[in-house]
Nanobody
Framework: VQLQASGGGSVQAGGSLRLSCVAS????????IAWFRQAPGKEREAFAA???????????DYAAFQKDRRTISRDTAKNTIYLEMNSLKPEDTAVYYC???????????????WGKGTLVTVSS
């Protein structure tokens, strides 16, 4: 199983980015892909996730996601999961990781597969 995250970069506050996670090596569609993020000096935290088989999404804070116009989606033809983030704020600065597991969880140890992170830097 391999996960490859990309799409990070440097943007100004209010800008947008779309992160991608390409998943390969799975023998089933019954897994969840989650996005975690780790800000400087902070613990890694769950951000959002999506069920690869049926597209159901999971959120750490759904109200905040809606307010900030962020979406998670998947393209099964490309084996890719997307995290689109609009209205970015400096506090969104972090390394973003995608991870795969059997169920949605906010606990990083529940996800056995991880990709390398992609850095998002938001300047004010």
């Amino acid at each position: 199983v391999q996960l490859q995250a990309s799409g990070g970069g440097s943007v100004q506050a209010g800008g947008s980015l779309r992160l991608s996670c390409v998943a390969s090596g799975f023998t089933t569609d019954d897994y969840v892909i989650a996005w975690f993020r780790q800000a400087p000096g902070k613990e890694r935290e769950a951000f959002a996730a999506i069920s690869y088989s049926d597209g159901r999404s999971y959120w750490q804070d759904y109200a905040a996601f809606q307010k900030d116009r962020r979406t998670i989606s998947r393209d099964t033809a490309k084996n890719t999961i997307y995290l689109e983030m609009n209205s970015l704020k400096p506090e969104d600065t972090a390394v973003y990781y995608c991870a795969a597991g059997l169920v949605w969880s906010r606990a990083a140890p529940d996800f056995p597969y991880w990709g390398k992170g992609t850095l998002v830097t938001v300047s004010s």
